[in-house]
Each structure stands twice: as C-alpha cells, then as structure tokens.
C-alpha cells in the first residue's frame, strides 16, 4: 500500500515482539492489516497491553477463533477492507481505509500512530536451496516450500537434507510437530540407529478462516498510488518498477531482479520476494509458479565486513599459516622468513652468535652428523581417479603414468606457454593415485592451475585433486646419521634394501603413523617422513630427544639454500623468473620424448625458445673466493645500442660455502656449459667488478655417493 515505507510501519510479528520481549510500545494506537488469522495475535497482544487496536482483514469473512477472541477483547474488526495510504510527517499519523477489492477511492480516516502488517508466512527455504534443493507452490498458503521429490542430492545421487516443521512449511503447532518428529526419525535412521522412536508431542488445534493472497492495496489501485507502494525495503524497489520490468521485456525473474534490484543483497528475499513474485506474475498475467524463483545466496544473516575481513588486519593483511612446530621454533631462537603465506624458520640463533654463524653451523651439523627439518609448509595435492596417469602426464613434462607403485620421480611442470612453474617429487599410491609435492609459495598456484584445467578443458576425465598439505606434519631427517636416529626410534625398516633411494613406503616410526620417503634435497643421506599434523610436534620432540647423541641440530631455510646449492639442485623462484624453460637449466633429462604432449611442449619448440644463445645453467667460483653480490651480471665487452655495458649472464643463487669455505654460486650464462673454465667478469654495486669461473654447477659430492649410503 502506498506510504508502507513510513517509520511506524512494521511487521506484525516485529510489534508483537516488541510489546511482549521488551516491553516496547511501538505507537498507542496500532492498526493490524491482515489478510489471515495470526494478525489477530498481534492485535490481541496490543489490546491486552493496554493499546488501542484496530484490525482491517482484507477478507469478505474474519469467523475463526482468533478474530473471535479479538472481538471479545474489544478491538475492533473491518473485514473486506484494506489500506488506501498512509500518510504523516515522518511518522505514520493517518491511515487511510478503503474496500479492498476497489481502487481506493472513498477511504475513510483513522488516526493512527503504528501500523502492523500480517501477510502470511512463508517458510525459510534458504538453506534448503543453498544445497541445490527445488522448491514448489503451494497455493493455499501462498508460499514456497521445499519439494521432497527434489532434494539436494549428494555425490552418490542420495537426498542428504531433510526439511522439516516449519521450515517444510507447516504453519500450525500440532503439524509442525508430527513433521519435525518424522523427520528426526527418518534422520536417526538413515544414520543407522536403532530403536523405535517416542510418541509425537500433542498441541491443541486452531480453527482458522483460510487466508487472501493480497499482493495489492487495494486491489485495483492507481499508478499514483503503486509507485509509493514499497516492496524491498533495503533496495527501494516499488511495484512500478517491477511492473515496468515486465513492460520492457525482463520476464525472466532473474532479469527483473537484477534490473530493479528486487531481493538483492542482505536481504535475499527474504521480505520481499513472494509480493514481488506476485507482482511479475500479475504483470506477464502468468501463474507464480510458473515465474519461479530467483536463486537465494548464503549467507542467511547479513555478517559484519569484520567477520569478512577475518585476519586481514592489524600488522599483516593476510592470515599467517603455522606449522605443528611453529611454537618450538619460536621458542628456539628462530628468525623468521615470510614464505609464501607460511613462516618458516630461516635460521635458528643460538645466544652469542650472529645468524651467518648459526647458518654456518647449521650446515657443517648436518653434513657431519644430523640435522632435522620442518618441511610441512612443502605443497602436497593428492589426484587420483581413473584419468589420473594421463592428466599427470600432461602436467608434468616427464612421465608419470609409467612412475611404478612406492616409487618417487622428480618432475617439472610448466605453463602453456613452456615456462617452468613449479617442481617437486612426485610418488605412486596405488593404481590411481599420486601425491605431489610443490614448492611452499606454489602449493594453492597449482592447485588452481590444475583446477583449471580440469574444469575448463577436461572437463569429462575422471579426476579429483585435494591440497592435503596442512594435514601432514612432514620432516626431514638428513645427515650420516639419518638412518641411525629412525631405527632408533623403531618400527619400519629403513635400510638401504628394504627403502631404496628415490622410494617411499608407510609403517611406523617409533609410535607414531608414517609416509616416509627416501628424497635429498641436501646431497646427504635422507628421509622426509609425513605424519598427521595433529602428531607433528610430538614426532619432531621424540627425534630431538633420540637425536640428542648425534647432537641433532635443526636448521632452517637457509642451510637449505647452501646444501642443495652445493649439489647443484635448482630452487623455483631463484633459478626461474618466468621466462626459464627447462633446457635452460639443463633438465633435458626431465622432459619425456615419448609423450605426444605436456602443457607447454608446443610453446617450447618456439624460434626463440630453440635459441642457441638463450642464457644456460652453470656454477660460478669466483677466482678469491669471495660471495658474488646476488643478481649480479656477467658483463661482456662494447655496449649495446642504448649504450648500456653487455650483458653476457646473471647470478641466481650464491652463498658461502661453510663446507667448501668459499663462495659458490649458480648463475644463467650465454653459451655457458660450452664455456667451462672461461673466467668471466660481474658487477658489484659499488661499480668495481669481481672474476668468476665457469664450472659445473655441483660443487660437492658429484657422484652421489653420501646420498646413496
């Protein structure tokens, strides 16, 4: 009706709530519109606080026993009569009362200060069509419900909600409760339990008149009147404008609302959605069933911009992500590196060293004896299904198809366009399933990537992938005494026979339930061992405790660097910048010549991605046995044409050597494997330059020997 937007206009339910929760008067002289029986609660809520109240039944008849009572009580009852307007300042002051059926004309007057509209109820479907649950008409309560026969269905094809009560859209106590008692028995069933169930609780029945779907007040009122008759409160959407997206061609009820807004945002519909059904249907003259729905949205209640902000506050925007044994590293000394969303140590600081000392120390430690590290931030995306092997073959350039059961294989993935994107050590469950390891900042890239491929261009094979990496605590137990500390421990056997290098097998270590793999990233003897996460501190304690006679040292990420620099083992995001292909790091190895394809095997036969002088992998000694500065350039001779000095290379990694006792470094040279022995000049960024030999890029153990033990 027009002027419903006035303040003192409310629900019915809302002044009843007010007046019996809180004691609240919403205005001295309320008026009740109703089209069914439960606006006469409302009034006989009011009559009884010592309000006055007024009920307008836009039905011809009010004989059921709740207007009965009204009349009883003194309030007073119009049937067949609705509301013309409502006018005031601000406020409601006058109603205006008019025959329903008509077009408003002749209305009469009562003072009033509050309003309360009784339309009908409809059931909260919301959830039920959050999980894909239909709906269905139900014509003598004007509303919505959801349709049994149109469940939302689970993976396996089986109904996995049941609606039940209210929310199934009965509206009487006694109904409501024989519904929610069959409900809850079909649940305890389907859930396999036993026994029978109680008796259904009993409430007394209502004698109610039927009620008058009224979509308009009055039925046939004027444009003037229709374009201040409000139906979505919190977009201001009136019934002309819904009347007019009708007359422009938005029939559909997904166009109309997105035209005028109707039932968006925080309210999804849930105040104005069946009226403003009504309306479009009355507009296309359709049935409402046959307009349908617009699709409800989670979630439900409106959520604070707190709430969706989480942890994006305060001294970080983005949440920080914490391994098992977060805290003992903090406990320990730890400096702190931002990988990725992660926080891994990059050192552990003793008292009375700098953090090059503890990183020197770290390194000699587990090349002579033990080191422990956490490993739990590296990706692990399980894919299994029955198109696996396939899609892992064209994920990675090498084949994994062939990769045998309880076996690992080093494996490079690229992008479309041949880049190198992430690597990591691939290992064979079973038949269908493979567990990959990712770089720590990779892990959710390539989940994604492998997402996207799936759902964009493979749609039909029959693959699932899952980031299961914050399920593993995983640890590397490296050194010469690797070995020594996990039979130590118990359990499994772990000898060079029963675990080869490059395999992986699950048992236990001392108590505790294990993946562990036979990889190196260090060049040392080594297993990196995936236990839950829930167990992961208790797994890294027990190997402090049977590693204290190796005097066991954890280390952090950068002792990491150094080792699998000295062994010439590239790193993501040092060796590659986006633009490396594989063959510039020399890992031909890894590419498969007996695929017909791989993401970015196509890219890789490019003009300019065949070019013999495209900068290639080396190591770096410089002649001193200084650290070369990290970026540094290799400069050639002349200048180019915009007079800048030649470059000929680039540094991408360098470090000092604890166990060489000297500088190494890797870098990207042109021509540079056919270069060996060359001497080569690099920038420092005080302008004076520093001499580098080319030589290979593994600097320590070469034949692999200590790995191998």
Known sequence: ??????????????????????????????????????????????????????????????????????????????????????????????????????????????????VAMAGGWSPVVHLWSHCGGKLTWQEDGAFFRPDPDRAPKGADGAAFVLAAGTANGELETAAVLADAHGAGARAAAEVGATGSPGAVATAETETSDPMRPVW?????????????????????????????????????????????????????????NINGLAVLAGALDQEIPKVGTTTFRPP???????????????????????????????ANGAHWEPVGHWRRPYAFVKPGEDIHEAVNREVLATRNSLGLLDASTLGKLVVKGPDAGKFMDMMYTNMMSTLPVGKCRYGLMCSENGFLSDDGVVARIDDDTWLCHTTTGGADRIHAHMEEWLQTEWWDWKVYVANVTEQYAQVAVVGPNARKVLEKLGGMDVSKEALPFMQWAEGAIGQFSARVFRISFSGELSYEIAVPASQGRAFWDALLEAGAEFDV???????????????????????????????????????????????????????????????????????DGSVLPDGSYAVGEGVNENGQRVVQGRVTSTYYSPTLDRGIAMGLVELGPDRMGEVVEFNRVDGTFVQAKIVDPVVFDPDGEKQNV
Not at 241 to 262: I, M, N, P, Q
Not at 598 to 612: E, I, W, Y
């Open 1 to 114: 009706f027009a002027g419903n937007d006035l303040p003192g206009v409310m629900l019915a339910s809302a002044v009843r709530d007010y007046v019996t929760n809180f004691a609240i008067a919403p205005g001295k002289r309320v008026v009740v519109v109703t089209n069914n029986d439960d606006g006469y609660r409302t009034a006989l809520t009011a009559q009884e606080a010592g309000l006055e109240a007024t009920v307008l039944d836009a039905r011809a008849e009010a004989n059921g026993s709740l207007a009965q009572q009204a009349r009883d009580a003194g309030v007073t009852v119009r049937v067949g009569r609705g509301i013309e307007s409502v006018k005031g300042k601000g406020k409601v002051e006058k109603v205006w009362v008019c025959d329903q059926t008509r077009d408003g004309s002749n209305a009469d007057l009562i003072e009033a200060d509050c």
């Open 216 to 272: 308009n007040m009055p039925e046939q009122a004027s444009y003037a009147l229709k374009s201040k008759a409000w139906l979505d409160y919190q977009n201001d959407v009136k019934v002309t404008d819904v009347e007019l997206a009708a007359r422009e061609g938005f029939e559909s009820v997904e166009h109309t609302k997105r035209y005028t807004t109707l039932g968006m945002a925080t309210d999804q519909g849930k105040l104005s």
């Open 300 to 330: 439900y209640h409106p959520i604070s911009m707190g709430a969706i902000a989480g942890e994006a506050r305060g001294e970080l925007f983005q949440p920080v992500r914490r391994t098992p044994m977060h805290e003992w590293h903090e």
């Open 553 to 623: 040292t954890p280390y952090g990420t950068e002792a990491l660097h150094i080792m699998r620099a000295e062994k010439g083992f590239i790193m993501i995001g040092d060796e590659t910048d986006g633009t490396i292909i594989p063959q510039d790091l020399g890992l031909n190895w890894a590419i498969s010549k007996k695929k017909e394809d791989f993401l970015g095997k196509r890219a890789q036969t490019r003009d300019h991605m065949t070019d013999p002088l495209r900068w290639k992998l080396v190591g770096l000694e410089t002649l």
